[in-house]
C-alpha cells in the first residue's frame, strides 16, 4: 500500500455520525482544513482552536486596542458612516495600465 504524506495527513479529519459510519475528508489546502474544522467546532458549540482563527482573533483584538487608544486621546469616532460621494462626472482619472 502507498504511505500518505505527512501533509495529507495533516489536513485530514473525519465526521464520526454514529457507532460504525464515518466521513472522511483530506482538504486540498491548510486554509480551507481550517475553515471546515472550525466551522464544525462552532456547530458543536466546541472552541474553533486553528491557527486562521487565531490571526484573526488577534487582528480583532488589534482593532480594538486601537480604537481605544483613539478614544483615550478624544479623537471622535461617528456612529453613523460617512456619507456615500455622488458619483463623479466622468472617469477620465481612471487609466489602462496594460
Known amino acids: 500500500s502507498k504511505e500518505k504524506s505527512p501533509r495529507m495527513l495533516e489536513l485530514a479529519f473525519s465526521i464520526l455520525y454514529d457507532s460504525s459510519g464515518q466521513l472522511n475528508f483530506i482538504a486540498p489546502d491548510k486554509h480551507e482544513y481550517c475553515v471546515w474544522t472550525d ?10 482552536l486553528s491557527d486562521l ?21 478624544n479623537i471622535q469616532i ?8 455622488k458619483e463623479p462626472s466622468n472617469y477620465d482619472f481612471v487609466y489602462d495600465c496594460n
Not at 41 to 46: D, I, P, S, T
Not at 53 to 70: A, V
Open 78 to 85: 461617528p456612529d453613523a458612516p460617512p456619507p456615500i460621494p
Open 39 to 48: 466551522g464544525l467546532n462552532a456547530l458543536l458549540g466546541k472552541d474553533m
Open 53 to 73: 482563527t487565531r490571526n484573526d482573533l488577534d487582528t480583532l483584538l488589534s482593532m480594538e486596542i486601537k480604537l481605544r487608544l483613539l478614544d483615550l486621546e
